[in-house]
């Protein structure tokens, strides 16, 4: 079971606006910086989002993230089909002194 | 831009050692630390430990003390995981990830190693 959580899947058709969750099992602690990972088919995982809301360079700004307490989300607008692909949320665990991540959502456009 | 490339896919006998290499390039500077995280087939990302290269300090998951070793050479900014004890359930493509400011999650990572367990 993972420290974050976020829905198995989520899915959208070309165009719309789409938008995954991740929240800490333990709803007493907040959420340091979380970082989103986007990862296509058979491919590494792409740093997509850093610092909650920061877009690496090259990402485009269909994709923005939030956080609000002990909950994160990434939003992506005007969906596309090479959106298709595996996206990971990610923030720093201070007990354990290391990163923890979301079991993944598998985004389908449909 | 920082990129890290590893080293190839490898093929071990259970209870054999894998050793997987990470180079970083495009960053000169060696206060960063590199986790590895691995993927087994179909699942999700698993952290396995974090080492700085400032100073060489690590941090396993609990679930790979005593099996992991975890080095790094600054002088060609390489980075080190060797697995021992290896079980089917090892399976897995392993990561090299930078984090390149403390207390936050990896920033980029490598193309990953498949590493496959089978006799």
């Known amino acids: 079971q993972s420290v974050l959580t976020q829905p198995p899947s989520a899915s959208g058709t070309p165009g719309q606006r789409v938008t995954i969750s991740c929240s800490r099992s333990?709803?007493?602690?907040?959420?340091?910086?979380v970082n989103w990972y986007q990862q296509l088919p058979g491919a590494a995982p792409k740093l997509l989002m850093y610092?909650?809301?920061q877009r690496p360079s090259g990402v485009p700004d269909r994709f923005s993230g939030s956080k609000s307490g002990t909950s994160a989300s990434l939003a992506i607008s005007g969906l596309q089909s090479e959106d298709e692909a595996d996206y990971y949320c990610a923030t720093w665990d201070d007990t354990l002194d290391a990163p923890v991540f979301g079991g993944g959502t598998r985004l389908t456009v449909l | 831009q920082v990129h890290l490339v590893q080293s190839g896919a490898e093929v071990k006998k259970p209870g054999a050692s894998v050793k997987v290499s990470c180079k970083a390039s495009?960053?000169?500077?060696?206060?960063?630390?590199i986790s590895w995280v691995r993927q087994a087939p179909g699942q999700g990302l698993e952290w396995m430990g974090w080492i700085s290269a400032y100073n060489g300090d690590t941090n396993f998951a609990q679930k790979f003390q005593g099996r992991v070793t975890m080095t790094t050479d600054t002088s060609t900014s390489t980075a080190y995981m060797e697995l021992r004890s290896l079980r089917s359930d090892d399976t897995a493509v392993y990561y090299c990830a930078i984090q390149m400011e403390t207390l936050v999650p990896p920033d980029y990572w490598g193309q990953g190693t498949l590493v496959t367990v089978s006799s």
């Open positions: 333990s709803s007493n602690v907040g959420l340091n910086i």
């Open positions: 495009g960053y000169t500077d060696t206060s960063y630390a």
């Open positions: 610092y909650d809301d």
